[in-house]
């Protein structure tokens, strides 16, 4: 259906499911209330029709807090975890969408039946303090409560995704969309997956504690498509974990020996950007590389790991500072379990859009600012 945006005017596009709730506008980014039914195409002279109505754009479409239905649960939004498409951008916004509808429903039901699996656990363990004969039914709670364990749970936890990946993708895409058409197609690859790449795992001790030292690195998304003054991007951001734990007896003020578990983490992030483009702008002489560097730059907390300059091609490679996240456990031994505790939250989505929007936005000034060369 099709709207338009009381404070910029502009004509926008989205999905029938969003009627009612509130989104953002693409071109002034301000939230719009959407109506229950297609607002009307304003009427015009013939003459000023070609000027009058801007372009139809997609609109970055805010995650609802109501869901879209609950056959979301049944679609098959992804392969063990990773999401790729080939699809306009409005489409794109639609499965992201279902994306994050389909993690809520599994967040709500892993916390349905992880309290159904505990109370049968306790049901059977009492049932062999009582008599004899409730024995039997004891093992069957303790047998189902394994059943959901490791059958019910473990299925679910397939659809559980860490917020922050489709949340940032989301907003990525808004951005981009701007500047692309309606019909636009931007092939995407996204990472869903709790723990990206295969991790290696470090262990020892060091005098009463025990430590686990893990660091793992994968791909966690990528987009490429063109623009519409013809120039071809691909942008990707690659995740970079450093995990350590340790546990370790002690003391309590009562007497009684206890262990105490400690876990941290260490995040940074690469972003990569790769701009080709029709004209030639940049010759080889160190003199023209050395002006692009000049109006180079970087995201805050950014640091410059790689930049290729060809005459038809720029990459841009930037690596953003470390965030760090600790968390502290008592009576656990349980390192792995305490890392899985500790995910980025919204703000982490923020950030990296932010990070991301600095590298388009530098890159583009730098060529901007630029004499265009002739072929």
């Known amino acids: ?31 719009v209330t959407t109506s229950a039914k297609e607002e009307p195409t304003p009427l015009v002279p013939r003459a000023q029709a070609k000027t009058a109505l801007p372009p139809i754009l997609p609109a970055k479409a805010q995650f609802p807090k109501s869901t879209l239905g609950a056959d979301t649960s049944k679609l098959k939004m992804h392969n063990d975890g990773v999401y790729k498409s080939k699809l306009p951008v409005q489409s794109l916004v639609n499965d992201l969408i279902s994306l ?40 069957g709670l303790i047998i189902a409560g394994c059943v959901i364990h490791f059958g019910t749970l473990k299925k679910i936890s397939k659809d559980e995704f860490p917020d922050y990946r489709y949340q940032l993708c989301q907003k990525i895409v808004g951005l981009i969309s701007v500047d692309m058409g309606t019909y636009s197609e931007l092939d995407t690859q996204l990472n869903l997956k709790p723990q990206l790449g295969t991790p290696i795992i470090e262990k020892g001790k ?19 498509g063109v623009f519409l003054d013809g120039t071809k991007f691909r942008c990707s951001l690659t995740e970079d974990v450093q995990a350590f734990g340790e546990h370790f007896p002690y003391r309590s003020l009562s007497g009684k020996t206890k262990t105490k578990l400690k876990a941290n983490k260490r995040t940074r992030w690469t972003g990569a950007l790769r701009l080709r483009f029709k004209e030639k702008r940049y010759g080889a002489s160190p003199t023209e590389r050395q002006q692009l560097e000049d109006l180079m730059q970087l995201p805050v907390g950014g640091k410059l790991k790689k930049l290729d300059i060809n005459p038809q091609e ?4 930037v690596v953003t500072g ?41 890159l ?10 002739k072929k």
């Open 1 to 31: 259906m099709k709207i338009q945006c009381p404070s910029c005017e502009q004509r926008l596009e989205i999905p029938k499911e969003l009627a009612g709730k509130t989104i953002e506008c693409p071109v002034c980014n301000k939230s």
């Open 100 to 139: 994050a509808e389909l993690d809520k429903v599994s967040e709500k039901k892993i916390s349905f039946w992880s309290k159904v699996r505990t109370v049968f656990f306790v049901l059977g363990g009492l049932s062999f303090l009582g008599f004899p004969i409730l024995c039997i039914p004891g093992i």
């Open 206 to 224: 060091s005098g009463s504690a025990t430590w686990n030292r893990q660091h793992t690195t994968e791909g966690m998304m990528s987009l490429s």
């Open 314 to 317: 720029i990459l841009l490679v």
């Open 322 to 362: 470390a965030t760090k996240q600790k968390t502290k456990v008592k009576m656990s031994k349980d390192i792995p379990g305490a890392w899985n505790q500790i995910e980025p939250d919204e703000k982490t989505a923020i950030m990296l859009s932010d990070f991301m929007a600095q590298m388009f936005l530098n």
């Open 364 to 373: 583009y000034q730098a060529l901007n600012s630029s004499k265009t060369k």
